[in-house]
């Protein structure tokens, strides 16, 4: 008998094409669309980041401004999303909360069921639009402050941290924001991508197969993970008054006391990558930019002690996730918010492989070799 190959997790197996993202470990490259992503993340709005996803193109000025009245437009939330959230218990994980929010969002939809390309477009549109205000609303209501209604004369990453915080934010801030959402938008099959198409492949709707990504998307081996980078900081102590090079000694001792109790430190290694992740460097220029604009060094002094200890004992390179948990918390989001601000960003490539796998469909629905009883008689 031949023993089956298994390939577990699926690594290193390609399932299918897509010209949504290129992500290239040998050359520690991502493409969306055919351009570099440090490329966009320092020229071009996540407004038109997000219709190159979509249409496979940068817009027009035209057709960005078009995008961007009706974007400004549908960013309010409707009153039963509003009141799905309040329902929602204070201390439960604000994952729970996007995900029970896109599903109601799904179930207000007049093309609720409709598939066509147009219909998933706009839906796509309207899910980038009203998501910042559920994270918005979310954070403020945890603290038991009042919302803060969108503003129209505000861009996409000015108006989330206004809606968030109640003031606008500096341009600094805003830039940084807006490099980690570029950043977090789109990379090909992961796990929350995977499931999102997955769902697609049954013919179900977009706000299913968004709702079911969110699942995905929430645990630590994932998205999960920047929230627990933050856990990781608090846990070692986030001391202002602290010079960088304390902090870095302390964090150093930190991760050679966790690598030896064989504990796995989030923010670190990737499936494909596994000589650093290609968007690592610009995340880090913007939490740098973030340390200096909050003068916070000791941050830094924690970020280099961790990084240094694990590639001295393992050489394994921080993933997105570990410059971007540092940067939202100075920024001031609450630590659970932070995965939460990655859905808002992944609703592009999510929506965008939504599209691609319903243009070309087929069934996701592999094998499994069966290792439990015998048959066997009752
Ligand atoms: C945006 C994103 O989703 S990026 C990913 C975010 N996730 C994290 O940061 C979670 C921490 N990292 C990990 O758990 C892993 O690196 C993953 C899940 C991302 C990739 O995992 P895989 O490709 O399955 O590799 P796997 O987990 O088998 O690791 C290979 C080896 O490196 C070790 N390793 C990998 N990552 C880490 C880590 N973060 N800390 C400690 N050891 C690690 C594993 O223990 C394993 O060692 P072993 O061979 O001695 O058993
Ligand atoms: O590609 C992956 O497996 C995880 C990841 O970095 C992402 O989704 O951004």
Same mark, same amino acid.
């Given at each position: 008998? /031949?023993? /089956? ?49 979509? #249409?496979?193109?940068?817009? %027009?000025?035209?057709?960005?401004? +078009? ?9 309010? *939330? ?21 995900? /029970? ?5 799904? !179930?207000?939809? !007049? ?9 998933? @477009?706009?839906?796509?549109?309207? *899910?980038?639009?009203?998501?910042? !205000? ?18 129209? =004369? @505000? ?19 805003? =830039? ?16 929350? /991508?995977? #499931? ?19 699942? !995905? ?14 856990? %990781?900081?608090? +846990? ?50 913007? @939490? ?59 609703? %592009?490539?999510? %929506? ?27």
């Amino acid at each position: 008998m /031949t023993e /089956t190959e298994i390939k577990k997790g699926l690594a290193g197996v390609v399932v299918d094409y897509t010209a949504v993202s290129k992500v290239n470990p040998d050359t520690n490259s991502l493409l969306y669309r055919g351009y570099p992503v440090q490329d966009l993340a320092a020229a071009k709005s996540f407004e038109e980041v997000a219709l190159l996803l979509w #249409t496979g193109e940068l817009p %027009t000025a035209g057709e960005l401004a +078009e995008f961007v009245k009706a974007e400004r437009a549908g960013r309010a *939330l409707a009153p039963n999303v509003k009141a799905a959230i309040d329902l929602l218990p204070t201390n439960c994980h604000p994952m729970d909360v996007g995900r /029970t929010a896109v599903s109601v969002i799904g !179930a207000n939809h !007049a093309l609720a069921e409709e598939s066509s390309p147009a219909a998933e @477009l706009s839906k796509a549109k309207e *899910l980038f639009a009203a998501f910042p !205000a559920v994270v918005a609303y979310d954070q403020r209501r945890r603290r038991g402050l009042e919302v803060v209604e969108p503003r129209e =004369d @505000l861009d996409y990453s000015q108006n989330f941290l206004w809606m968030t915080f109640g003031e606008e934010a500096a341009p600094e801030v805003v =830039d940084a924001f807006r490099v980690s959402m570029v950043l977090y938008a789109e990379h090909s099959f992961n796990a929350s /991508t995977f #499931t999102a198409r997955v769902i697609t492949s049954t013919l179900s709707d977009l706000h299913s197969a968004v709702t079911g990504a969110i699942g !995905a998307l929430k645990g630590p081996l994932h998205g999960g993970a920047n929230e627990a980078v933050m856990h %990781t900081f608090h +846990e070692i102590g986030i001391d202002k008054n602290e010079s960088r090079e304390d902090a870095a000694a302390r964090a150093k001792t930190w991760m050679e006391e966790a690598l030896a109790a064989k504990k796995k430190v989030m923010g670190f290694g990737h499936r494909v990558y596994k000589h650093g992740d290609s968007r690592v460097p610009t995340m880090k220029a913007a @939490l740098d930019k973030m340390i200096e604009h909050y003068g916070r060094g000791e941050m830094l002094g924690l970020y280099d002690g961790l990084e240094a200890a694990m590639d001295e004992a393992k050489a394994i390179k921080p993933n997105l996730d570990y410059p971007a948990g540092p940067t939202y918390h100075l920024m001031g989001f609450d630590t659970e918010m932070f995965t939460p601000i990655f859905i808002a960003a992944r609703i %592009t490539g999510w %929506t965008a492989h939504i599209m691609e796998q319903r243009a070309s469909n087929a069934l996701i629905r592999p094998l499994s070799a069966y290792n439990g009883p015998e048959q066997r008689a009752l």
